[in-house]
């Protein structure tokens, strides 16, 4: 029997820094622990959305919350994830493999 899906959604690539990684992780992490498939899936919101700790500065791009998440996917073992970026890239998961595991989905929390 396949394993239940959970689609959580969240700010991570936004805001890649300490305790608010660990809380989102924490909730994943426990996800998995209860059985649960997961995907975590997370949208820009506005423009400079993405904070980057090393340039200590808000902007479009990406890459060092992305970076963070795909490591810390890859630890807990997710699904996978998607992270909608400023023009509307998918990054992670495609389109599709995002509506097939929401269509799977038996919870969709978000945090």
């Given amino acids: 029997m396949a394993a239940p899906v959970a689609v959580v ?3 991570l690539v936004g805001n890649p820094v300490g305790g608010h990684v660990l809380s989102i992780l924490h909730w994943l992490a426990g996800l998995r622990q209860l059985g649960y498939d997961v995907v975590f899936v997370e949208h820009h ?3 400079n959305a993405c904070w980057n700790p090393r340039a200590q ?3 479009d791009d990406p890459a060092y919350g992305l ?3 795909t490591m810390h ?4 073992g997710l699904r996978g994830f998607c992270f909608v970026d400023q ?3 998918h990054h992670g998961m495609t389109p599709e493999a ?3 595991a929401c269509r799977e989905s038996e919870v ?3 945090l």
């Fill in 87 to 89: 023009q509307h890239r």
């Fill in 67 to 69: 970076g963070e998440l």
């Fill in 108 to 110: 969709l929390p978000g």
């Fill in 9 to 11: 959604a969240g700010y």
């Fill in 73 to 76: 996917a890859a630890r807990l």
């Fill in 57 to 59: 500065a808000l902007t």
């Fill in 45 to 47: 919101g506005w423009a």
């Fill in 98 to 100: 995002l509506e097939a």
